[in-house]
């Protein structure tokens, strides 16, 4: 089966932290993708990458960054967490093109207090 | 990407057929017809998708209407463990670039399966 894997399931962080999210895949995906889920707001899409080292902003990217050195890790960057950042991640992985699915992780609660 | 509508929520007896309609009236013929679904504090699943024909695995069923304009998400034989919110997403195809890979992510049909 696909494994996408973050690496923490719960996570609280003080506000100006620096906080990385981590997201590995085991099916030599090409494309990997963050999205935060807000209740009320459904999934929005922050960052993904469709090649090593290249990433596009998605429709949230304000206060985030995002790190790809390997094709199958894929990292969130919280420069300074605010608490308006609490809030649930979840990291995607799929294979090019438009005819394949995504495979979602479990997700990183994250409360930046 | 074409927008879609669904209802908000759905109630289905347990070990009967779940039906879940969905609009995307603005469809285009390159554009796929997805299906998600989310379990409380998990992480979305893929079940199914389509582009004309419909579509049927081990999950569920997709039937697409002749002119796409509509589809319907099919479990055959609900139970408790299919209590999920459900979400519709239209995709564009054959369209290379980083801009084709985004799958934006609706309120989704709230569906709960009554023992």
């Known amino acids: 089966d696909v494994k996408v894997t973050q690496s923490s399931r719960y996570l609280v962080k003080r506000t100006g932290e620096k906080v990385f999210l981590e997201c590995v895949q085991d099916?030599?995906?090409?494309?990997m993708f963050w999205y935060r889920q807000d209740p009320g707001l459904g999934l929005r899409l922050i960052y993904f990458?469709?090649?090593?080292?290249?990433?596009e902003k998605g429709d949230i990217p304000e206060g985030y960054s995002v790190s790809r050195e390997k094709k199958e890790r894929f990292s969130l960057i919280l420069e300074s967490a605010s608490t308006n950042q609490t809030s649930m991640y979840l990291c995607?992985?799929?294979?090019?093109?438009?005819?394949?699915?995504?495979?979602f992780g479990s997700g990183t609660r994250l409360t930046v207090v | 990407d074409a927008k879609t509508t669904q209802p908000p929520s759905m109630d289905c007896a347990e070990g009967r057929a779940a039906n879940l309609p969905c609009n995307h009236s603005?469809?285009?013929?390159?554009?796929?017809v997805y299906w998600y679904r989310q379990i409380h504090s998990q992480g979305p699943q893929y079940i199914i998708h389509?582009?004309?024909n419909n579509e049927t695995n081990e999950m569920a069923s997709l039937i697409i209407t002749e002119d796409r304009k509509s589809s319907t998400l099919i479990l055959p034989h609900a139970t408790l463990r299919d209590t999920a919110v459900y979400y519709c997403?239209?995709?564009?195809?054959?369209?290379?670039?980083?801009?084709?890979?985004?799958?934006?992510f609706g309120k989704g049909t709230k569906l709960s399966v009554i023992p």
């Open positions: 389509g582009l004309k």
């Open positions: 995607a992985s799929s294979a090019s093109g438009a005819n394949y699915g995504y495979t």
């Open positions: 099916m030599d995906h090409e494309n």
């Open positions: 997403i239209v995709r564009l195809a054959g369209v290379s670039g980083a801009g084709s890979y985004q799958l934006t």
């Open positions: 603005t469809i285009s013929g390159n554009e796929y």
């Open positions: 990458s469709y090649d090593v080292k290249m990433k």
